[in-house]
């Protein structure tokens, strides 16, 4: 079942994709990461649900990738 915060990780996920601002991709890129791990807590009491989490841990990995390719020293500013 399709509730609103697996819409909502998924909807900021694909803006951050989507975006062609280089100034404004790094902020859609924090955000759409922090509704991932937020619906992550979320989902860690509850059975079921692994689509979702592979989803989620495929769409975490490319954002990682789109960081590294756009902003090389991303996480060494953000630690």
């Not at 990461?33 to 989902?43: F, G, V």
């Given at each position: 079942?399709?509730?609103?915060e ?13 975006e062609r ?10 955000r ?28 975490l ?7 590294s ?11």
């Amino acid at each position: 079942m399709m509730t609103y915060e697996s819409r909502e990780w998924q909807r900021l996920y694909r803006k951050a994709l989507s975006e062609r601002d280089p100034e404004a991709l790094p902020a859609d890129i924090a955000r759409a990461e922090a509704a991932i791990r937020s619906r992550l807590k979320q989902l860690s009491a509850r059975e079921g649900d692994e689509d979702e989490r592979h989803a989620m841990s495929s769409a975490l990995g490319n954002l990682s990738v789109l960081k590294s390719e756009h902003f090389p020293g991303w996480n060494a500013k953000r630690q």
